[in-house]
């Protein structure tokens, strides 16, 4: 495991152990921290635990969002390369025929 990393979240100081890089820890935190104040902004709520649970929300969404543009992402690249392999097996038929 690796060092514990200090983090700040809607001004409160956390430490955290994980496997992942300290740097990429801190990203996180601050991605989060920053969407924690998007959502205080836009929904005026000052109650931490709140604020939290939509800011939370929020960011499950965007992965929800992500995972399904990557999803279809993949779907459209396996149809166009199935559409490929057809064409290249197609043109290689034609020339040994």
């Known amino acids: 495991m690796s060092e514990p990393v200090s983090v700040r979240i809607l ?13 990429y820890t801190r990203g996180v935190a601050e991605f989060f921290d920053r969407a924690v104040a998007d959502t205080q902004r836009e929904a005026g ?32 690249l396996d149809r166009r390369a199935g559409a490929l392999a057809s064409e290249v097996t197609a043109a290689l038929e034609a020339r040994s025929a």
């Open 11 to 23: 001004g409160e100081e956390y430490t955290i152990r994980s496997e992942a890089p300290a740097e």
């Open 45 to 76: 709520i000052v109650e931490p635990q709140k604020l939290l649970i939509l800011a939370a929300l929020s960011v499950t969404d965007q992965l929800f969002r992500a995972r399904e543009s990557e999803e279809q992402l993949r779907r459209a």
